[in-house]
């Protein structure tokens, strides 16, 4: 079933002018969320997403980042008492929730993980157990 160029106008206006997400016009409209989305792909204009709100952490990020590349594995309770000594007004709660987006990531290791069939390989731990007389050789 094709769409009239009225349907899809309202689409476009609906998303774009009212903001309304992406279910709640198909609601609206009486249309599945995939027609709605098909829409909204060919019509070439950008999504939007989610409005970025400034955080009472944005004017500390400069030296949280600073600390972090010098000293990765500081504890969010440090850092906090650091940025707190700076004027930082937030929770300690929220501040470690916000570290842990922000904090340099290890790099990942390469290994080889051996995988062999049952019976075709075998392993032995080598340790001591003490001395073993085989005939007259202590061994």
Known sequence: MALSPEHEAQILRYYHA???R?????VQLGLHRDTVARVLAQAGLPRHGPVQRASAIDPYLPFLHDTLA??????????YDMVRARGY???PDHFRHLIARHRPRPSAEAYLRLRTLPGEQAQVDWGHFGHLTIGRARR
Not at 22 to 26: E, R
Not at 70 to 79: D, K, S
């Open 22 to 26: 992406i279910g709640t016009i198909a």
């Open 70 to 79: 010098q000293f990765p594995r500081l504890t969010a309770a440090r850092l």
């Open 89 to 91: 007004p937030g929770r």
């Open 18 to 20: 009212e903001r309304w």
